[in-house]
């Protein structure tokens, strides 16, 4: 077995026109981004998927301009996640899980659902959705991560929850949303929301060397004990984990070098 699960550093997204002389050399042709920022980074969340559907076509471009061993996650459409009763979202899961996202193929790696604010925790609900999830399309294996942004499910109920369907729930260090940092899956989703674009990597050094640390923890098998818990009582299993931390929202300007420093750091 393996002393530690691979872990990736990233971004969200790959069009931002604050990056062009910044991240992107200034003589880069738009088209092609993805292909440089998947060379430069191991993973990048896919946030349009969450506001619209891909064409199959789309999956397969993205998967063949990126390279062996990166990994795109995406953000599950918004008309699952948006609605009063999750159970009732089944036709608009099965719309999202087979509108070709298999054609990523081995480069498919999370789907992360995010949850609105105002969504609270409703334990029959909530574990109908999970249990909704499916685990694999067209051969491909599906891994899911959850984050919810509404204090409710800070709860051992919903970490327990979580486990029961393998599902991750995702680390969001954030300034006003709920950090659930217990560890319920076989790997480990962090979004790290409190970067500034007055520091070159975002984050300061200091910062980022105690992210490494932490990060290392949990694809060794560990939880961190500087981070929020929902049920601190609970103890996962110490096995290794795949790790998946994304630079996004505040300071994105600097995202790509803040992943690129924590990717160095971790290496």
Same mark, same amino acid.
């Given at each position: 077995?393996?002393?530690?699960? +691979?872990?990736?550093?990233?971004?969200?997204?790959?069009?931002?026109? @604050?990056?062009?002389?910044?991240?992107?050399?200034?003589?880069?042709?738009?088209? !092609?981004?993805?292909?440089?920022?998947? #060379?430069?980074?191991?993973?990048?969340? *896919? $946030?349009?998927?969450?506001?619209?559907?891909?064409?199959? +076509?789309?999956? =397969?471009?993205?998967?063949?301009?990126?390279?062996?061993?990166? *990994?795109?996650?995406?953000?599950? $459409?918004?008309?699952?996640? $948006?609605?009063?009763?999750?159970?009732? +979202?089944?036709?608009?899961?099965?719309?999202?899980?087979? &509108?070709?996202?298999?054609?990523?193929?081995?480069?498919?790696? /999370?789907?992360?659902?995010?949850?609105?604010?105002?969504?609270?925790?409703?334990?029959?609900?909530?574990? +109908?959705?999970?249990?909704?999830? /499916?685990?694999?399309?067209?051969?491909?294996?599906?891994?899911?991560?959850?984050?919810?942004?509404?204090? &409710?499910? &800070? &709860?051992? !109920?919903?970490?327990?929850l979580a486990e029961k369907h393998g599902v991750a729930?995702?680390?969001?260090?954030?300034?006003?949303?709920?950090?659930?940092?217990?560890?319920? =899956?076989?790997?480990?989703? =962090?979004?790290?929301?409190?970067?500034?674009?007055?520091?070159?990597?975002?984050?300061?050094? !200091?910062?980022?060397?105690?992210?490494?640390?932490?990060?290392?923890?949990?694809?060794?098998?560990?939880? @961190?004990? !500087?981070? /929020?818990?929902?049920?601190?009582? #609970?103890? @996962? /299993? $110490?096995? @290794?984990?795949?790790?998946?931390?994304?630079?996004?929202?505040?300071?994105?300007?600097?995202?790509?070098?803040?992943?690129?420093?924590l990717q160095q750091r971790v290496a």
């Open positions: 077995m393996a002393k530690s699960g +691979a872990i990736r550093a990233g971004i969200g997204g790959w069009t931002f026109a @604050p990056w062009r002389g910044t991240f992107y050399p200034d003589t880069l042709r738009q088209k !092609d981004e993805l292909h440089y920022a998947s #060379r430069q980074l191991a993973t990048i969340e *896919v $946030n349009g998927t969450y506001y619209g559907s891909q064409k199959p +076509a789309t999956y =397969a471009k993205w998967a063949s301009d990126a390279p062996d061993d990166f *990994v795109f996650s995406l953000k599950g $459409n918004r008309f699952v996640t $948006n609605r009063k009763v999750l159970a009732e +979202a089944g036709e608009s899961l099965e719309r999202f899980i087979g &509108s070709g996202i298999a054609e990523l193929g081995d480069r498919l790696g /999370p789907i992360l659902w995010q949850f609105a604010p105002t969504k609270r925790f409703d334990p029959d609900d909530f574990g +109908a959705f999970l249990a909704m999830l /499916p685990g694999s399309r067209d051969g491909v294996g599906l891994k899911h991560a959850v984050e919810v942004r509404h204090d &409710s499910f &800070s &709860s051992p !109920d919903f970490v327990a729930i995702v680390y969001a260090e954030h300034f006003t949303y709920p950090e659930i940092a217990d560890v319920t =899956a076989p790997f480990v989703y =962090a979004r790290l929301q409190k970067g500034q674009d007055d520091i070159p990597t975002a984050y300061s050094d !200091d910062a980022l060397d105690h992210w490494a640390a932490r990060v290392r923890l949990w694809a060794e098998g560990g939880q @961190p004990d !500087d981070l /929020p818990l929902a049920d601190g009582q #609970r103890k @996962p /299993p $110490n096995e @290794p984990r795949d790790v998946f931390v994304y630079f996004i929202h505040e300071g994105k300007i600097r995202a790509p070098q803040a992943a690129m420093a």
